[in-house]
């Protein structure tokens, strides 16, 4: 009896521990008869797996240990694999710009060794004089003449054309006009007519200058391209200054030039004025509304002023009607809001000037004026583009801001004489009037 039952209890051991374990790896339960071929068995299969497949094997057994369901498993390492991609490809786009930024060095390397000697310097020309990072920039070209007489002591100075000027708009164009005057007299003060968004303007104007000939020879003539801005200040696309003591008279001069930027040595600003303009000629009444004045020169010690407006009407080049406003106290910004009208006819206006000047008054010692702008018929440049902006567009307040010229410019050009005579006629008239009534 107990010789039996031993084979009993060692098969009945391997049939509930190593069934399993025989069916996955050996294939077949009916082969276990004796502990011993089963062992012999198990370790043949086991060796076969591992050298067939050893990963398979250990990915099983890392399967097994980690408790985990395959899906999380498989997404850790989805996960895992996407990170390690996304890092490979951050590298490669750095690597990519290092390269661009040198080949980038390179080219200007290369632009700035250039002599005008090689096909790129043709095709690129002055390149040799490009500063990269420099404020340099092409301003355009001015076609103008020159010419002196010297019996008439005069001096002519034609603005012909510009081209390729620099686009000072949003829109990729400007409002170009030149402004020509004398240094170191400027006396007077010529400005052309405003073309509309372009920038190569026919201007195809002249301006004569009274200069003896020893002052021709210490004078310099300057010619500044603006863009006009209605409602802001002018900005200047570029200038010519041409020293006259260095030009033959023996005839008449005319050429093209590159505009240069402005000079350093500007001129004083005077500040500027904003006012506008409304003509109703049914009833002939001119409007001139002060708006506002900003950035005037300081008159003051304590570097301020006490600013007025005065607006004048001159008829025939003679003084005729004015009007002021009230005083600002200690502003250089002062805010007017100010209207003044005038009974002025149809026939009138046609002859009529209109002077806006700006006086810092003093109440111990003398008003002084701090900047002047003149507009009318035979007015030039933003002046008369004004004036006739207002007779083009009757019953309607045109508003413009203008610079402030010096006293002695304005009044050099409008020659104005003092009072206005008034008829006897006219006079015998009133008095009769003013008698009957």
């Not at 084979?7 to 069916?23: C, D, E, M, V, Y």
């Not at 003060?189 to 190569?200: A, D, G, H, R």
Request: glycine share 6%.
């Amino acid at each position: 009896m107990p010789t039996i039952q031993q084979p009993l209890r060692s098969s009945n051991l391997i049939r509930k521990g190593s069934k399993p374990r025989a069916q996955m790896k050996a294939g077949s339960p009916s082969l276990i008869v004796t502990n011993q071929p089963i062992h012999t068995i198990s370790t043949m299969s086991t060796h076969t797996n591992a050298s067939v497949n050893p990963a398979a094997g250990f990915f099983e057994d890392l399967l097994i240990h980690l408790h985990l369901p395959r899906w999380a498993i498989y997404t850790i390492f989805g996960a895992g694999g996407l990170i390690i991609l996304l890092c490979c490809f951050c590298i490669c786009i750095k690597c990519c710009c290092k390269r661009k930024r040198r080949q980038k060095k390179d080219q200007q390397i290369i632009l700035k060794g250039l002599d005008g000697r090689t096909a790129t310097a043709l095709v690129q020309p002055d390149m040799g004089d490009v500063d990269y990072g420099s404020t340099k920039q092409y301003r355009g070209k001015l076609l103008y003449s020159l010419g002196y007489n010297a019996t008439l002591s005069e001096l002519t100075v034609g603005i012909k054309q510009a081209v390729n000027l620099k686009a000072m708009d949003l829109g990729g164009s400007s409002d170009p006009y030149v402004k020509v005057y004398i240094l170191p007299e400027k006396f007077k003060v010529f400005e052309t007519k405003v073309f509309k968004n372009t920038l190569n303007p026919f201007f195809n104007e002249q301006f004569t200058f009274q200069l003896s000939k020893s002052t021709l020879q210490k004078s310099t003539a300057v010619m500044k391209v603006f863009d006009f801005n209605r409602f802001t200040k002018h900005e200047i696309i570029g200038e010519l200054r041409v020293q006259l003591c260095n030009i033959d008279w023996n005839h008449v001069i005319e050429e093209w030039q590159d505009l240069a930027k402005p000079a350093k040595f500007e001129e004083e600003s005077l500040g500027e004025i904003c006012f506008s303009l409304c003509y109703v000629p049914t009833i002939s009444k001119l409007t001139i509304l002060i708006l506002e004045a900003k950035n005037l020169k300081s008159m003051d010690i304590g570097g301020s002023s006490d600013p007025y407006v005065k607006v004048q009407l001159a008829l025939d080049k003679r003084k005729w009607k004015k009007r002021t406003t009230s005083i600002k106290k200690k502003s250089l910004n002062p805010y007017f809001n100010e209207s003044f009208t005038f009974d002025v006819s149809l026939d009138q206006i046609q002859r009529v000037n209109l002077v806006i000047s700006v006086w810092d008054h003093d109440a111990m010692t003398r008003n002084d004026t701090m900047g002047k702008v003149s507009l009318g018929c035979d007015s030039t440049g933003n002046q008369l583009r004004h004036w006739a902006d207002m007779l083009s567009n009757p019953r309607r307040p045109v508003a413009q801001w203008h610079s402030l010229l010096s006293a002695e410019q304005v009044n050099a050009t409008l020659a104005l004489k003092k009072t206005f005579p008034v008829p006897s006629k006219f006079k015998e008239n009133k008095l009769l009037n003013k008698h009957f009534k």
